[in-house]
């Protein structure tokens, strides 16, 4: 009891870029948007770090095998042009890729975060394997992103060691000890980011719209 007390209370301190969504874009949506990239085959663990204490805000997942998705679990991202069914956003091509991370990397006040794109090639077989898991995940709540990114990988051969936990720090210090694994860094006006536009709408959600 005194467990799920003390993670109740801890959860508003997780992941202040994790949000909640239930989408699910139609069949013609996400066939219209797929996108099928000629680089190797690889899973790319994206993490939102925050500037200030270096605390986790989010985790996601950049797929690419049969074709390129974002697993997104409970983000707030949205793009016209990037369909989305249950926290899996179609349509990633390369500006797309820069449009999500240009969205998290903010040097705004009181948001200030830059992102971090830790990568490993796997064979296309094994990046499918990722797909179908992040497919049949379902919605993930808010502020569990990095559990849910933790069960997807759990499930996708050579990632089974992924710890679970609400910690994306956490998370992104396994994946750092994997063999191969390449890293890049972006922060907020990188020049090699398609910068976008965030607005605010009614509900106060940010929408990302590249220029």
Known sequence: MLRR?????????FLAACGADNKWASDEAVRTARYVSEEQPSISLMTVIGLNRGEGGH?????NGSQRVIF???GSFVHPRAPERHDVLYGITPAMRNVYIDYHARDLPGERYYVTVDT????RETADIAIRAAEGNGPVNKAFCAVG????????????GAPGGFSPIRLRSWFLTLPGVRTE???DND?????????????GSLHAYDR
């Open 5 to 13: 007390v003390l993670i109740a209370l801890a959860l508003p301190l």
């Open 72 to 74: 997104d679990p409970a």
């Open 149 to 160: 990114t933790s069960k997807v990988l759990s499930a996708t051969p050579g990632f089974q």
């Open 191 to 203: 020049p090699r980011l398609v910068h976008g536009d965030l607005l605010k709408m009614n509900d």
């Open 59 to 63: 985790s996601a997942l950049l797929i």
């Open 185 to 187: 860094e972006y922060r």
């Open 120 to 123: 490993v090639p796997v064979s």
